[in-house]
């Protein structure tokens, strides 16, 4: 649960190391290709721009207005544009093989229509017979919805004098022309302010159903860029739903900051047509359906305007498809991946440190507890250990129903020698000592020093006389092996005591046994091994009356305890 958490920190702070680092990056430059004139047509994207939607989503847009010369599929594929606005050219463009994707159809029905004047009497395609009509670009025209819109009453249109718009409605009411190519949000609006009756002859009308202002962008874009793709749509949707909540805000915005030529009223009157075209009470803004997309590259088709549809395929953006998103989403499974590998090497780096950390205080504790037990001199078990070692000795054999010996051992005129060649030599002579005495042991048998001079060594399951051999062979490797130091030679002895533990025995009588047998070694000439006898007790228990001390007793062989009769001469 823990490292679960831990986890959720690591991945929560990474990502919010992430967006901030996104937020503090340079926004960057797109450019934005609109079909016409700054006006309502637009509102979206100067919303999106004036209310930081396309800030927040990292771009700087410049929104650049579209003219006769400059439109819109012609400049997305020339790259001068990074994403535009176009009709159902844009479709068409796509259909004769134009590399072009679809982002958002802005407007649910296309505002083209042609207008005629009431006074004309032209109030169906049919009564265009003999007439002119102004389209985009003459008989050449690309504005499918609108000859879709003839076809659909005329078989040809080779009776109809279709002639390039002049963009001028003054030619219609001026009366140049029997029909002119208009938006429905746009030229009625003169004839009304001039009171002149028209007619509108609309597409939708005849069964030609078009989307218009599709936002889109290049198919390299698309592939290469969906997550910015799909940022610049989202901040674009967001732009027109303020656009359709707030129209004032942006007819002022039109006015003042792109100096739009249209009047406020005309303006107003655009952004109500608009609405009716966008339909965002029943359709969500930018909404594209495959089936009408179809029926519209269905007409071209049947206009002669293109071979086929196959091109439709893929038209639409579509950053949902497995590819796409796993494209899309890479940086982030990225980044989760690394802060997952991350927190689990802090985590194991963690308990790395800290399983060495902990070895480290056991091995420290286990130092002192040793150091606490281990004469600092000889390494040997100091008296503290001794007394546990013997204590769990005696439990051991109660329990076995076995028995140990003891063997207590004393170097003999040890004082001379620290008299002679000083306390640091006599030290060095301990552990010389101690070095013999316990390496000829058995692995169970415990070496201890007791006393200055003085050890004392358990010898488990082991009866008297086994002790009193190895006891034994122990004096003969002192006596063999003198200390030698530069000039300083010093021949050594030492004295044995031995006895055996009784089940009777409490932990201090045996030790007082193989003591008093030590002591009556040290009486009777030293260097040798006494195993311990009862009438020792009564001897030494008159010993101690006297309050002598051992070694300076007489051994009953005169004064020759006091004297000592090793070698401690320079070599
Ligand atoms: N260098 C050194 N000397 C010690 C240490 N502990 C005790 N001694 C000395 O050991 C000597 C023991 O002397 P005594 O008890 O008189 O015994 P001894 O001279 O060996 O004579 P006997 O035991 O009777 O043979 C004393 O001089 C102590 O100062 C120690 O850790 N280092």
Known sequence: MKKAKLYCYYLVSFLLLSNLSLANLPLEKIRMQLRWHHQFQFAGYYAAKQQGYYRQAGFDVEIIAGNKNRQPVAELLNGRADFAEGNSEVLLARLKGQPLVALAAIYQRSPSILITRKDSQINSTEDLINKTVMLVDGVDSQDADLLAMLYASHS????????????????????????????????????????????????????????????????????????????????????????????????????????????????????????????????????????????????????????????????????????????????????????????????????????????????????????????????????????QLLSAELKRSQRNQSSFSLIAIDIDFFKAVNDQYGH??????????????????????????VGGEEFIIILPDTPEQRALELAERSRLAIEKSPFIKGEIYIGLTMSFGVTQWQPKDEINDTLERADQALYYAKRHGRNRVQLFKPEMAVAHAKEKQQSRPRVTADNGAGTTGDTAPIVHAPR
């Open 424 to 449: 640091h030599i006599g030290d060095e002579v301990l552990q010389h000592v101690a070095q013999i005495l316990c390496t000829n042991l058995r692995e169970s048998d415990m070496c201890n020093r």
């Open 156 to 387: 040809s249109l080779e009776n109809i004098n279709i002639i390039p718009s002049s963009y001028n409605i003054a030619d219609l009411y001026q009366g140049k022309v029997h029909a002119f190519n208009a938006y429905i949000s746009n030229e009625p609006f003169y004839l009304e302010e001039r009171g002149i009756a028209y007619t509108a002859l609309k597409p939708e009308d005849y069964g030609i159903d078009f989307y218009s202002d599709i936002l889109f962008t290049s198919q390299a874009m698309a592939k290469n860029n969906p997550d910015k793709v799909q940022r610049f749509v989202n901040a674009t949707l967001k732009g027109w739903q303020y656009a359709l909540d707030y129209p004032e805000e942006i007819i002022q915005l039109l006015k003042q900051q792109y100096q739009s030529p249209k009047s406020l009223n005309h303006l107003r009157y655009e952004a109500n047509m608009v609405r009716k075209l966008i339909i965002p009470e029943l359709i969500s803004i930018g909404h594209i359906h495959p089936g009408r997309l179809e029926r519209m590259a269905t007409t071209f088709q049947d206009l002669g305007m293109i071979d086929n549809t196959a091109a439709l395929s893929g038209f639409v953006f579509n950053p949902s498809t497995w590819q796409d998103r796993l494209f899309g989403w890479w940086p982030y499974f990225v980044a989760i991946l690394a802060s997952l590998i991350a927190a689990l090497l802090v985590q194991a780096y963690t308990n790395k440190r800290l399983s060495g950390e902990i070895e480290r205080r056991k091995k420290a504790e286990q130092e002192l507890k040793k150091l606490a037990l281990t004469d600092h001199l000889t390494k040997l078990h100091n008296p503290r250990s001794f007394h």
